[in-house]
């Protein structure tokens, strides 16, 4: 995985009524930890942080903070966002060496078409989005693709099945299934079974017989004068 440069700077602004000043003027609130010496504040410029992240799909990003003049390099541990605007309000920094083996999600990626979608019409699927992975920060994949196209009605694909990027171990359960085909559903319709009538073949009351055969008279139907 490619680190993405960033610049930070020493925060001193920590009281709420100080952090929010400091938001108005652009800058977002940060902190960076994982070291070993503590928690360290810091603040990183806020259109600069959205391009970085508008320009990556991974999910694990990785970032080569520029800070007090020195390259720290570190993971994107959470990002807090504001309920309404969505717009960020701070960012936890996990800095990571370049030996360390860190855990990462990675989402999972389909390639191609699978032939028992294109050929026989099934349904295709995607029962793991996303997978645990371990590596080096180099090493760390944004993603991982999987070629499907092999993939038959009622075949599975497990992780056994995919191949680990080089320097990248699964944490997932050998078997667990990350795509599989099923077979189109098919709609029967009812139908009424035999013998029976449908509304139409039933006669109605004045129709009725009695049970010597002649016809029921209508209640009230006397002579008319």
Same mark, same amino acid.
């Given at each position: ?99 360390? *083996? !860190? #855990? $990462? ?5 389909? +390639?191609? /078409?699978? &032939?028992? =979608?294109?050929? @026989? ?8 989005? *996303? !997978? #645990? $992975? ?5 090493? +760390?994949? /944004?993603? &991982?693709? =999987?070629?499907? @196209? ?76």
């Amino acid at each position: 995985m490619k680190a993405i440069e960033l610049a930070a700077n020493a925060r001193t602004a920590k009281k709420r009524n100080q952090v929010r000043a400091l938001r108005h003027t652009g800058r977002l609130p940060a902190v960076i930890y994982g070291s070993g010496e503590g928690t360290e504040q810091l603040e990183v410029d806020k259109k600069s942080f959205q391009r970085m992240m508008a320009s990556t799909t991974a999910t694990a990003v990785l970032v080569d903070l520029n800070f007090d003049g020195n390259s720290r390099l570190a993971l994107i541990q959470e990002v807090q966002h504001h309920p309404l605007s969505r717009q960020p309000l701070h960012v936890d920094f996990r800095e990571v060496r370049k030996d360390q *083996q !860190v #855990h $990462v999600t990675v989402p999972v990626i389909p +390639l191609g /078409e699978a &032939i028992g =979608v294109k050929v @026989s019409g099934g349904n295709l699927e995607h029962v793991m989005r *996303q !997978v #645990h $992975v371990s590596g080096t920060p180099a090493a +760390l994949p /944004e993603m &991982i693709e =999987v070629d499907i @196209s092999e993939l038959d009605i009622g075949h599975t694909l497990h992780i056994s099945d995919i191949a680990a990027p080089e320097g990248v171990e699964f944490l997932e359960n050998a078997g667990n299934p990350v795509f599989s085909v099923s077979r189109p559903r098919v709609e029967v319709e009812e139908t009424p079974a035999e013998g029976e009538e449908g509304a139409e073949g039933e006669e109605g009351a004045e129709g009725e017989e009695g049970a010597d055969g002649e016809a029921k008279p209508v209640e009230g139907g006397g002579d008319k004068k």
